[in-house]
């Protein structure tokens, strides 16, 4: 009987966990999604099409902060319904994001059986002296 009133607890204290993890994380729609890291001034907006047998993610990367970034990574992440990541995928973004800009994208992942998907900028140089 106590094992069974521990497992029950344990149950209860993970349910209410995962609701409120669930609550903070941002809402992922089919197709397209906006990701955007508080810790860092990227926000990426994007749309994901089925292009032969797999996906073409479009979009933009804008920079909120004063000075310019390069060397930009993109993570894509391939979503299941329940919002799982299935896997994902590092792709470079070309050009520099200006102060204050964004810079276009247009990449494609090898795969188009994604609930929906998630893009974030894992990685960045900034620029402390960009060439005019």
Partial sequence: ??????R??????ALALGAALG???PPMGP???RAQNLTH???????????GDGARIIGDVYNADAKAVDDVRLRIFE????????ASYV????????????????VRVPRADAAS??????????VENPAK
């Fill in 1 to 6: 009987m106590k094992d069974l009133r521990s």
């Fill in 8 to 13: 029950i607890v344990g149950a209860t204290l």
């Fill in 23 to 25: 609550a903070l994380s």
């Fill in 31 to 33: 197709y397209a999604a």
């Fill in 41 to 51: 001034p990227f926000r990426v907006n994007f749309t994901a099409q089925p292009d």
């Fill in 79 to 86: 979503l299941d319904l329940s919002g799982y990541a299935m």
């Fill in 91 to 106: 792709e470079p973004l070309l050009g520099m994001v200006p102060p204050s800009g964004r810079t276009h994208f247009d």
């Fill in 117 to 126: 998907y998630r893009v974030i900028v894992e990685s960045w140089k900034t």
